[in-house]
């Protein structure tokens, strides 16, 4: 089974900051994916992005980077240039690769409470 | 038009009632899934479908069960409803294929008083 492991309950930044969330996985598959949900007060869940673990590359949405270190099992999200609206709760998930159809379903983290300050 | 819907969004019942969540996905997607959040704001997942197999999280009673008419529905039945199941739950939908995103219902916020 794998556990996935987010060390930081609630982080809190300036508008406009960059903030770095962690994010730190247990697995001994070897082909995954990951990634990083946001939750807003609203209660959706929304896709921030994610990151196959065969590729190297980090990922990028906009604003949204990773920073993947597989042999570390890291993987943290970067926000550059946070905006009031992406004050929300954000989840860390791993999937394993699976055969087709029937997946294991998302593996989450506890969450990070992120609060952007005006 | 609504991707994954679930209803009812707020659900509000006594202890020992059997009740039901619904969730339709209008995606064409082969796989679904069901999630609880307690109220420290966990996720995990409960079931994962498709026309093929279910998986169930075996920490799951078996008063949760899942039923599905057809590959657009997933539908939650929890019967003798305790204290311990007031959560949101989640329905989900993808490809079955693990690379690809899941797509979230709206959530039911279940009480049970």
């Known amino acids: 089974a794998q556990t996935v492991t987010q060390s930081q309950p609630e982080m809190s930044v300036q508008e406009a900051e960059t903030v770095t969330l962690s994010c730190t996985y247990d697995?001994?598959?070897?082909?995954?994916?990951l990634f990083w949900y946001k939750q807003p007060p609203s209660r959706q869940m929304i896709l921030v992005i994610r990151?196959?673990?065969?590729?190297?590359q980090n990922a990028t949405e906009n604003r949204f980077s990773v920073n993947f270190q597989k042999a570390a099992k890291s993987f943290s999200l970067k926000i550059s240039d946070s905006q009031l609206g992406d004050t929300a709760m954000y989840f860390c998930?791993?999937?394993?690769?699976?055969?087709?159809?029937?997946?294991?379903?998302?593996?989450f983290g506890k969450g990070t409470h992120l609060i952007i300050q005006p | 038009d609504t991707a994954v819907s679930q209803t009812p969004k707020y659900l509000v019942t006594q202890m020992g009632n059997d009740k039901s969540i619904k969730c339709e996905q209008n995606l064409g997607h082969d796989t679904m899934y069901w999630y609880k959040q307690d109220s420290k704001k966990f996720l995990k997942i409960m079931f994962s479908y498709n026309n093929k197999e279910l998986i169930i999280n075996e920490t799951v009673p078996n008063r949760f069960s899942p039923k599905s008419p057809d590959k657009a529905h997933l539908n939650l039945h929890i019967n003798s409803l305790e204290l311990g199941d007031s959560a949101v739950y989640f329905c989900a939908s993808s490809h079955g294929d693990s690379r690809y995103e899941q797509y979230f219902g709206p959530g039911t916020r279940l009480t049970v008083t």
């Open positions: 697995t001994s598959e070897n082909n995954y994916y």
């Open positions: 990151q196959e673990a065969y590729k190297q």
């Open positions: 998930a791993f999937m394993k690769h699976g055969s087709g159809g029937g997946a294991d379903g998302l593996t």
